[in-house]
């Protein structure tokens, strides 16, 4: 065989022994061999139908997942401000009580007074 013969073989996609060589299914599938124009347009609406829910569920997963971090951002917010409003309440109800114990010295006449320093140790030390 001289190298021209060969390179015709070549050419017709056929091999040695003159049998045509079948290319894979791979091959059909990317040069588009295996599906037809008529496979598309017996099928188009099919084809439309599955690529917009397909476009949709994917909208609504987007969707879900923006909510699910706004849920989250919220539920920290809500932790954060209910531990405020028990700071606070602790505060309005240790001054409620002051200003009760204040009431009942002066209503008594005890002569009492809140102290705003704690008080001083003493020791006795002898050096």
């Known amino acids: ?13 056929k091999t040695p022994n ?8 791979v091959a059909e599938l990317r ?8 496979f598309f347009r017996a099928n188009a609406w099919l084809i439309m139908v599955i690529v917009v829910v397909v476009i949709a569920l994917m909208g609504l997963r987007y969707k879900t ?3 699910m971090e706004e ?3 919220l ?3 809500l932790q954060l401000a209910e531990s405020t409003m028990l700071d606070e309440k ?3 109800m240790t001054l409620v009580r002051e200003t009760e ?14 102290q705003e320093q704690p008080p001083y140790i003493l020791s006795d030390s002898e050096n």
Do not use: A, C
């Open 1 to 13: 065989m001289s190298l021209l013969s060969k390179k015709k073989d070549k050419k017709l996609n």
């Open 18 to 25: 003159g049998k045509k060589k079948t290319p894979g299914w």
């Open 31 to 38: 040069y588009g061999q295996s599906i037809s124009i008529e």
């Open 65 to 67: 997942r923006t909510r």
């Open 71 to 73: 849920i989250k951002k």
């Open 75 to 77: 539920t920290s917010e």
């Open 90 to 92: 602790s505060k309005y």
């Open 101 to 114: 114990m204040k009431k009942m010295v002066h209503d008594r006449g005890l002569h009492l007074e809140f």
